[in-house]
C-alpha cells in the first residue's frame, strides 16, 4: 500500500508561480510512474505532467515550457514546478503513481491551485 499526500496550492495572481509537493508513504518510483493530473469544475481530469522510473519527462502541450516535473527520491517526494500561471490552470491538482502492472494504483487527495487575473 502506498500513501500519496500532496501540498503546496493556494491563491496565485496571474504570471505568478507554485510548487507542488507529493510525498510518498515509502519508496516508489523505481518501480512506478509518477504524474500530475489536475481537474477543473466542469472539466474532464486531465493528465499534466509525467516521470518514469528512469526519469523520462513528458508535459501536456498546454504546459509546456511552464511546468516542470522533477523528484528527491531520498524524501520520497514529487514535485510540480508551476510557473508563469494562467487562469486557465486553476484547477484541483492530484498526484498519481501508477504501476507499469496490473497491480493497484494510487492517488493523493489534491490540493486547490487558484489563478486569478
Known amino acids: 500500500q502506498v500513501q500519496l499526500v500532496e501540498s503546496g496550492g493556494g491563491l496565485v495572481q496571474a504570471g505568478g508561480s507554485l510548487r507542488l509537493s507529493c510525498v510518498a508513504s515509502?519508496?516508489?518510483?523505481?518501480?512506478?510512474?509518477m504524474e500530475w493530473y489536475r481537474q477543473a469544475p466542469g472539466r474532464q481530469r486531465e493528465l499534466v505532467a509525467v516521470m518514469s522510473t528512469g526519469g523520462t519527462t513528458n508535459y501536456a502541450s498546454s504546459v509546456k515550457g511552464r511546468f516542470t516535473i522533477s523528484r528527491d527520491n531520498a524524501k520520497n517526494t514529487v514535485y510540480l514546478q508551476m510557473n508563469s500561471l494562467k487562469p486557465e490552470d486553476t484547477a484541483v491538482y492530484f498526484c498519481?503513481?501508477?504501476?507499469?502492472?496490473?497491480?493497484?494504483?494510487?492517488w493523493g487527495q489534491g490540493t486547490q491551485v487558484t489563478v486569478s487575473s
Open positions: 515509502r519508496n516508489i518510483f523505481h518501480i512506478y510512474t
Open positions: 498519481h503513481a501508477d504501476p507499469y502492472s496490473n497491480e493497484a494504483d494510487y
